[in-house]
């Protein structure tokens, strides 16, 4: 009747320490023996070390969850222990009918904080009579609510059961738990009181000796010297022999390709003396953070070098969200929530492989219901129905909370190959297992439509990985990816080669984690934090346990933001190993940051060779100061076959340079000279949201229609112009016919750019533009005397061409306005007017030749059109903002005649930044034109150049104002001046 508790220096001594225990308790008679592994990996290697021994069968080897649930159901109560899935639903119902719920505390936090406390054993009986803070009480009070919830049901937490379990099975035998690191309180609890009746052993695995090796296969001497000094006693410093080597690239692109030869060539090295010795080759495990990524990147290009590759442990599973079916599942649950369905989800369910709808046809649905902000969702519904009869039944059941009727519904569809990729359809038939096992263990436990689908998001799914050989290359070796968790687990020396990828501080942190569960159970004694430096070491010390011949080390120098990294602590940890004792001496060398005696056997792969870094190819290094260099078409210049389709569309030809004449229109050419790349972006890529908005270009086109449907009433009306005297009428027709024009704005095409709010928030904002409105009814009173306004979205360039610079323009002007002399003003609606509207404000536009031109070009443009197509003296191109500012007037900007309009007429604007002609320093005009007339002749003459430079396929980025950068997509520009 004994409990003990020690630690062996080596994994193999503690097996032998345990294996003796039991031999001598058999002898003794005690029954039953048993052996308690901390993996399954370690149940199987243990059953068949024992298999070949006097102890043979006669032990029973089992995970420590396995052999109590075992124990349980014979000695128990009756309950049954619940499973992972069970326990979350339940504790999600006891959290859900809490005061947590009124708090509007996370359910999914609170319900992992419970779990943890759980899982250590912890009943809430065992805080009675502690000081607990408001918040633990009210953990504790859910504890109580999770056991009555379990009681009532029939069910038992397996944690709670061993600490009852001694009592009730009278153990007299020989219980051996081997390898366990750290334990939980329940299963440290049940060994005690296990040996009070029996005997009772925990031997632990100190990490400080190599275990020898299964097969007879030997270790490369310098990695036992390592392996002993790495947390042991060592008489001298590691010899380095090429056995450890390391891989330190400059940045992230210098990792795919030379990672893959150096792990390409330690498998063919194994392959090779696998041969000669007549037995099968050992894998090469290749471990990292994120092994899983790392493979996907690697293995192809290892299976271009005849190396197969798949993944292992935590690698071959992936988190039910981030599978095909688990992205496309939840969109599908989304839908039955009436708050969280849109249109977002509805799309990501038809483009997924749940329906076979065609791909074309769901993106059409999606541009077409996104091209209006409130279309109902039973209307998108009713779309697909119209189209998929079988995507439309299976929404509408998620719609009803009938999850279980769409499973069966895409049960069928599994079993027919929806998925033509093999991998991915092993994968999406698991998370659909997945879903299948969550939706009962909810049913059974929760209950209630509303599933806490949260639950089931990050649950891992079985989604193993494998990339074989390529055909014609003769395989070479194997690779296993994996964590450094689950590389810990392998057999000693029982693969060829250990590669640790991205030994960096970040990849691999060493912190302590307190949550308010283990603050919680520190108040009753209960300490369940892991020691984060130990764990590190251990799993360290077992992964290098699993090289046979050698171990290559890869530590980026330098991030993805070109900033130094620092190694982690098992890097540190392993250099030291070669570091000369006398610690006076820490000489390192300074191109690898290494003790000089292993900086040999370390490779720097420089970053300026991206090609072959990220392709992997077999390229010849390039010599010092050289560069590598590919063929690569010119990123400012489109070349001539191109050109025809980079202009766009023509009037009456092909093309540019196929007898017809290209086609723009002002906005295009005023954009162009803003910036040519904008231009191209913009205008031809036209990489803009495809949603229906509610910005700036809705707002402009409701308040544009709004003056020109207030013109027109009030010359229905038989009013001209807006009369000082009768401002409070025209006020009132401007709200009227505001509001006419927003009642109209849902049922608009889209190509009208509808003005429709879809919150609160946006309704104040539509009320707020109409008030903007109404307030300009007075100033436009005092807008160009004598004026009158007779034409409204005047269009041109449509029905026949109209010639302007080479090209065909086609547009609309906002408005002109035109006095008794036949004198016009044409005016350019504006919602704000900055300084680059102003005429004198004025550069050099290296896209038009060089000309020198108005920053804005537009309204002097539609000045041309005035006078060739209406025949009208134009004297003036205005850009009219329509917000009043605060007891002054709508900003205006432009240019205008100085002997046909006085600043009087254009709200006493600044002559010297609006009238025309302006004079330089020197006395000469601007522009190179002595009037207005001839201002708008020098532009069009610009702009021809411009059109020539677009002809050409010029697209280099060019902003001329920092303005030219707004609303331009390209951020990453090396111009950009925002």
């Not at 038992?156 to 020989?174: I, P, Y």
């Not at 009181?193 to 020898?212: F, K, N, P, V």
């Not at 392709?615 to 010849?620: F, I, K, P, T």
């Amino acid at each position: 009747m004994t409990y003990e508790h020690d630690t062996e220096k080596s994994a193999a001594c503690a097996e032998d320490k345990a294996f003796d225990a039991l031999l001598q308790a058999r002898r003794r008679g005690a029954y039953p023996l048993v052996w308690l592994a901390p993996h399954e990996e370690g149940v199987e290697r243990v059953r068949r070390r024992l298999s070949a021994t006097p102890l043979g069968f006669s032990v029973g080897v089992a995970t420590f969850e396995q052999w109590a649930a075992d124990q349980w159901e014979l000695h128990g109560d009756g309950t049954r222990p619940v499973d992972a899935l069970e326990r979350s639903c339940l504790l999600w119902r006891v959290v859900a009918a809490g005061p947590w719920a009124e708090a509007g505390a996370s359910f999914k936090g609170v319900v992992a904080l419970l779990a943890q406390a759980v899982l250590q054993g912890v009943r809430a009986r065992d805080f009675d009579g502690v000081a607990l803070s408001a918040s633990q009480q009210g953990l504790v009070a859910s504890l109580a609510r999770y056991q009555a919830e379990l009681e009532r049901r029939g069910r038992c937490e397996l944690s709670w059961a061993m600490r009852d379990l001694a009592g009730l099975m009278a153990f007299r035998g020989c219980v051996a738990a081997v390898g366990f690191d750290e334990l939980p309180w329940a299963q440290s609890e049940l060994l005690r009181r296990l040996g009070a009746s029996g005997e009772a052993l925990r031997i632990d695995d100190g990490c400080c000796a190599a275990s020898r090796p299964d097969g007879g296969v030997d270790r490369a001497p310098e990695l036992l010297a390592l392996l002993a000094g790495l947390y042991g006693r060592a008489d001298a410093p590691v010899v380095p022999t090429g056995a450890v080597s390391f891989l330190l690239p400059q940045g992230s692109y210098g990792l795919g390709g030379p990672l893959a030869a150096r792990i390409a060539a330690l498998a063919c090295a194994e392959a090779d003396a696998a041969r000669a010795a007549g037995r099968r080759p050992l894998p090469v495990v290749v471990c990292a953070p994120d092994a899983r990524d790392l493979f996907l990147r690697l293995g192809p290009e290892l299976a271009r070098r005849g190396v197969a590759s798949q993944t292992r442990g935590r690698a071959s599973c992936v988190a039910f969200a981030s599978t095909v079916f688990g992205k496309a599942w939840l969109s599908l649950a989304a839908c039955a929530d009436q708050g969280a369905r849109t249109l977002a989800t509805l799309s990501d369910v038809l483009r997924s492989p749940l329906c076979p709808m065609d791909d074309g046809k769901a993106m059409d649905f999606d541009a077409a219901w996104r091209k209006r902000r409130l279309r109902p969702f039973d209307d998108m519904v009713a779309d697909v129905a119209s189209r998929d009869g079988f995507a439309a039944t299976l929404v509408s059941l998620a719609m009803e909370h009938d999850f279980e009727g769409a499973l069966a519904a895409l049960e069928s569809r599994l079993r027919s190959g929806a998925f033509s990729d093999a991998a991915l359809q092993g994968e999406s038939v698991a998370a659909f297992a997945a879903v299948g096992r969550f939706l009962a263990a909810w049913r059974d436990c929760a209950g209630g439509d509303d599933v806490a689908w949260s639950l089931v998001a990050q649950r891992q799914v079985a989604s193993p990985l494998a990339f074989s050989a390529e055909e014609g290359v003769a395989g070479q070796g194997d690779a296993l990816f994996c964590s450094l968790s689950d590389a810990a687990r392998l057999a000693p020396a029982s693969a060829c080669a250990v590669v640790l990828c991205d030994m960096t501080a970040q990849a691999y942190p060493v912190r302590v984690e307190e949550t308010p569960a283990t603050l919680l159970l520190e108040r009753i004694g209960v300490v369940c934090d892991l020691d984060p430096v130990a764990q590190m070491r251990r799993s360290l010390f077992r992964c290098l346990s699993a090289a046979s011949t050698s171990v290559l080390l890869e530590r980026p120098l330098f991030d993805e933001d070109g900033t130094e990294t620092y190694p982690c602590l098992a890097f540190e940890e392993i250099v030291d190993c070669y570091r000369p004792y006398d610690a006076l001496d820490r000489t390192i060398d300074r191109a690898t940051g290494l003790p000089p005696a292993v900086a040999r056997f370390a490779s720097v792969v420089p970053g300026a060779h991206v090609h072959e870094n990220l392709l992997g190819e077999d390229v010849a290094l390039t010599g010092p100061g050289q560069a590598s260099s590919w063929p690569a078409g010119s990123p400012v210049k489109v070349s001539p076959e191109g050109t025809s389709s980079l202009v766009g569309g023509t009037f009456g030809g092909d093309g540019a340079h196929g007898g017809g004449a290209v086609v723009l229109s002002p906005s295009a050419v005023e954009t162009y000279l803003e910036c040519p790349l904008k231009w191209f972006t913009l205008r031809r890529l036209r990489l803009k949201t495809p949603d229906a908005g509610f910005g700036p270009m809705e707002k402009g086109s409701f308040a544009h229609d709004v003056l020109r449907h207030f013109y027109e009433r009030l010359h229905k009306q038989g009013v001209a112009k807006v009369a000082a005297d009768d401002v409070a009428r025209a006020q009132a027709l401007m709200e009227v016919v505001a509001d006419e024009e927003l009642a109209r704005q849902p049922a608009l095409p889209p190509s009208r750019n509808p003005l429709v709010a879809a919150t609160a928030a946006e309704e104040a904002e539509v009320r707020h533009l109409k008030r903007q409105l109404v307030g300009f009814v007075p100033w436009e009173a005092q807008l160009l005397a004598g004026f009158v306004p007779t034409h409204f979205e005047y269009g041109f360039g449509k029905n026949r061409p109209f010639s302007y610079a080479g090209v065909h323009l086609t547009g609309s002007i906002d408005r002109i306005d035109v006095n008794d002399k036949g004198q016009a003003v044409v005016i350019d609606y504006k919602s704000s007017v900055k300084g680059t509207y102003d005429v004198r404000s004025r550069s050099s536009a290296p896209q038009a030749g060089g000309a020198v031109l108005p920053d804005k070009v537009q309204a002097l443009m539609y000045a041309q059109v005035a006078r060739r197509e209406l025949g009208l003296d134009v004297v003036g191109a205005l850009y009219v903002g329509y917000q009043p500012r605060a007891g002054k007037p709508p900003a205006l900007s432009g240019a205008f005649d100085r002997t046909a309009i006085q600043p009087s007429q254009v709200w006493d604007a600044r002559a010297e930044l609006v009238g025309y002609p302006q004079l330089d320093d020197d006395g000469r005009a601007a522009y190179g034109a002595s009037s207005f007339a001839e201002l708008v002749d020098e532009v069009e003459r610009g702009v021809e150049g411009a059109v020539a430079s677009l002809c050409e396929g010029r697209i280099a980025p060019y902003p001329r104002t920092a303005d030219a950068c707004s609303f331009c997509p390209v951020q990453d520009c090396a111009k950009r001046r925002d």
